[in-house]
């Protein structure tokens, strides 16, 4: 029989749920971009700052690089760990076939993570984004949607033409919505229109560079 001590008592008093709960953007714009890198499939994938989990369940089946300003200590097969700035990516001009960076854009120039306040940090990091993107490359961005605002030190929120504009070198192959609350899970093939709607959505991004 196991001991039972006060002192190692772990109180958990909010878990007798009816459903499990779960964070909309995270669980689905992770899932839609796995799903995305499966169908496009390429040898490999380069990720700058994106969900951990991401790319830890993605490297099973693409090797993965993954860069971030504050590099993580993660020791997996397929998957490896580096510092990176998004205004100087240490890559060479269109050096990158598969390349996603997602829900970090809306962070760079806050001072939230421990970078340098620039009012203009996240357009920057778009520019270097196009930058080394090889023609015909694939670019997974995903960012805060719905009414175009900063919510300082924490994020910004873009419309659908902000983004669609800043990465005018590139078609949209797809994109989709992760409405900020309701039972429609992800929407595929969403409209400017739907992003209107939104106070705080989550927009997905499929570029391809022309």
């Not at 669609?164 to 229109?193: C, H, P, R």
């Amino acid at each position: 029989m196991m001991p039972v001590r006060w002192r190692d008592r772990l109180p958990c008093l909010n878990d007798s749920t009816k459903t499990t709960g779960f964070d909309r953007h995270y669980i689905y714009h992770t899932a839609w971009a796995a799903r995305l890198l499966k169908k496009i499939s390429p040898k490999f994938h380069v990720d700058i700052s994106s969900s951990l989990y991401f790319v830890g369940i993605v490297s099973t089946f693409i090797p993965i690089r993954f860069y971030d300003y504050r590099p993580a200590a993660i020791k997996l097969t397929d998957l490896t760990c580096d510092h990176a700035d998004l205004h100087s990516l240490p890559f060479e001009d269109e050096s990158i076939d598969s390349l996603s960076c997602m829900h970090v854009l809306e962070h760079i120039g806050l001072g939230r993570y421990g970078d340098s306040l620039d009012p203009e940090g996240d357009c920057k990091a778009m520019r270097e984004l196009s930058r080394v993107i090889s023609s015909g490359g694939n670019l997974l961005v995903v960012v805060p949607v719905g009414k175009p605002r900063v919510q300082f030190n924490g994020q910004r929120v873009y419309s659908y033409a902000q983004i669609v504009q800043q990465f005018d070198k590139f078609k949209l192959m797809e994109f989709s919505l992760i409405e900020q609350q309701g039972q429609n899970g992800l929407i595929t093939g969403a409209t400017e229109s739907d992003v209107a709607t939104q106070t705080n959505g989550c927009g997905c991004f499929w570029l391809q560079k022309k």
